[in-house]
């Protein structure tokens, strides 16, 4: 799942984001589930996709969290879990709109270096296909009060995407009678680079299953055998489309792996690594432990 509901972009302007905030929450959106949930943000890969520091990494959490954007939980010392509130398509109610965070470039230099009211502008842009018609008189004072900022604030993220050719603004008159009476138009450019294409649009399993290879990855790095790697995490994150992962969730899949890796110590084995074979015989046990700690039972 790679959307951002309409609604959501709407708490993004009325919590006066950062610039920083709004790349880490576009970042991530690319690796969420159903729920908005996303396994496995490890602090690393945020600071150098969206290049912060390591402090700004976890101010980053901690602001979006106060701000009720997202809520985290601690994996290990390095790796998050992270819902997006109020992010789920688990109903698959698409009516009130959304973005596809996956068909824009939002890693590249042109839009990491707008201002944080431009990113959002530009954002909320996107549900007006056509373009969106405003009086000329109330056009900042319209803005202003959508992105809770000056009027003079809005002019600067106008012309900001104007001059890097990612709003297209038109103006014509409104009244023959009033010849100072205007409509402003905006416009995202049709064709801009930020829109990578359909194309490089990846199908969004591949999302599910990339984040879940990370999520493997980053608990079990030492781990995992040095040969055939790629091929071990992509048996394990196929195990997501086991009936019984489905019903819980892919942190299930850690457990797991935790079991796997316990047993072989059991067995005598001073260095275990990771086996997809023995992963998947220990699921139902994982999955067994997930559902009782989840409803407060003792196992």
């Given at each position: 799942m790679?959307k ?11 919590a006066?984001?950062?610039s920083?905030e709004?790349?880490?929450i576009l970042?991530?959106?690319g690796y ?8 496995s943000?490890?602090y690393?890969?945020i600071?150098e ?9 976890y101010?980053i ?9 997202i809520?985290?939980e ?6 998050f879990s992270?819902q ?7 109903d698959q109610n698409?009516?009130?709109g959304?973005?596809?965070t ?15 009211g431009?990113k959002?502008?530009?954002?909320y ?8 018609r405003?009086?000329?008189k ?7 009060a959508?992105l809770?900022?000056?009027k003079k604030?809005i002019?600067e ?6 001059a890097?050719?990612l709003l297209n603004v038109s ?5 023959q009678?009033?010849?100072?009476a205007?409509?402003?138009t905006l ?6 680079e930020?829109?990578i294409?359909?194309a490089?649009?990846?199908r969004e399993?591949e999302?599910v299953l990339?984040?879940v290879?990370n999520?493997i990855?980053?608990?079990?790095r030492?781990f995992?055998p040095?040969?055939d790697?790629?091929s071990?995490?992509d048996?394990?994150a196929?195990?997501?489309r ?16 935790e079991?796997?890796l316990e047993?072989?110590k059991?067995e005598g084995k001073k ?5 997809p074979?023995?992963?998947n015989k220990?699921?139902p ?5 997930r559902?009782?700690?989840?409803f407060k039972?003792a196992?």
């Open positions: 790679y951002i509901k309409n609604s959501y972009i709407d708490k993004m302007m009325e006066k984001l950062t920083c709004i790349d880490f970042y991530i959106a969420q589930d159903d729920y908005g949930r996303v396994y943000v490890y690393k890969d600071c996709k969206i290049f912060v520091s390591t402090q700004k990494f101010d959490l901690t602001s979006l969290a106060t701000k009720g954007l809520s985290y601690k994996i290990n010392r390095a790796d992270v997006l509130i109020g992010n789920s398509f688990a698409f009516s009130g959304y973005i596809k996956k068909a824009f470039d939002f890693q590249s230099a042109k839009f990491r270096t707008l201002k944080a431009s959002l502008l530009y954002l842009m996107q549900r007006f296909t056509k373009g969106k405003v009086d000329e109330s056009i900042y004072h319209t803005f202003a959508l809770c900022r000056s604030s002019r993220y106008i012309r900001e995407l104007k890097e050719d103006r014509t008159r409104s009244s009678k009033d010849k100072n205007y409509i402003i416009k995202v450019m049709d064709e801009d930020l829109n294409g359909r490089k649009i990846p399993i999302g990339n984040s290879k999520l990855r980053v608990n079990f030492r995992l040095k040969q790697q790629e071990v995490l048996d394990i196929g195990l997501i086991h009936k019984e992962v489905k019903n819980t969730d892919f942190t299930v899949l850690v457990r797991a792996v079991l796997a047993k072989q059991e260095h275990p690594v990771v086996k074979a023995l992963v220990m699921l046990v994982a999955v067994e432990q559902l009782m700690q989840k039972m196992y």
